[in-house]
T-cell receptor, first 114, second 116 residues
């Protein structure tokens, strides 16, 4: 099946710092989604991207859909303690047997020190 | 606010028991998914459905089965639970790509299953 490589695996930062994480794939995706998951909860959608090259912001979050449709990044500016959690990228397949299926990255564990 | 609900939130059950994890959504989404996730780890797709009477196996082999008799309901069943089934199970739904609606997937809160 399709695979997404998400990096970094974990980050330890000071409050106020900016954060960047990304996902890459050998496959093309129609949609890129970024989620945040708190312990014991389901993932919550942060940003959805639908067009190659699209840059979208949601408060302190900014994400981009790569031109090649094979990658995406998420930036968090001026991090705060409540940003702690696991961030997942997800791509929706473009065609063939992967059409419509969501594939998730391995996740980035974010720790923010006050 | 996502309108997708999973029950129970937590379940501790003995080996060999049959269990059904419930998932319901009120958004009219045609696509629904089940993911399995160990703590702090990635999500693995175990089942998905494109609509009523449509079910497919996901990327991770699972002994569980699913059914999709109604659009809003996508239950997952384990006929005989084992300790290796201990995990978190997450249900999600999304709208059709060719529809006018967005295709974001929304998740339920998950069911934490422990088989003893």
């Amino acid at each position: 099946g399709q695979q997404l490589n998400q990096s970094p695996q974990s980050m330890f930062i000071q409050e106020g710092e900016d954060v960047s994480m990304n996902c890459t794939s050998s496959s093309i995706f129609n949609t890129w989604l970024w989620y945040k998951q708190d312990p014991g909860e389901g993932p919550v959608l942060l940003i959805a991207l639908y067009k190659a090259g699209e840059l979208t912001s949601n408060g302190r979050l900014t994400a981009q859909f790569g031109i090649t449709r094979k990658d995406s990044f998420l930036n968090i500016s001026a991090s705060i303690p409540s940003d702690v959690g696991i961030y997942f990228c997800a791509g929706q397949g473009a065609g063939g047997t992967s059409y419509g299926k969501l594939t998730f990255g391995q996740g980035t564990i974010l720790t923010v020190h006050p | 606010e996502a309108d997708i609900y999973q029950t129970p939130r937590y379940l501790v059950i003995g080996t060999g028991k049959k269990i059904t994890l419930e998932c319901s959504q009120t958004m009219g989404h045609d696509k629904m998914y089940w993911y399995q996730q160990d703590p702090g780890m990635e999500l693995h797709l175990i089942h998905y459905s494109y609509g009523v009477n449509s079910t497919e196996k996901g990327d991770l082999s699972s002994e569980s089965t699913v059914s999709r008799i109604r659009t809003e309901h996508f239950p997952l069943t384990l006929e005989s639970a084992r300790p290796s089934h201990t995990s978190q199970y997450l249900c999600a739904s999304s709208a059709s790509f060719f529809g006018l609606m967005n295709t974001e997937a929304f998740f339920g809160q998950g069911t934490r299953l422990t088989v003893v």
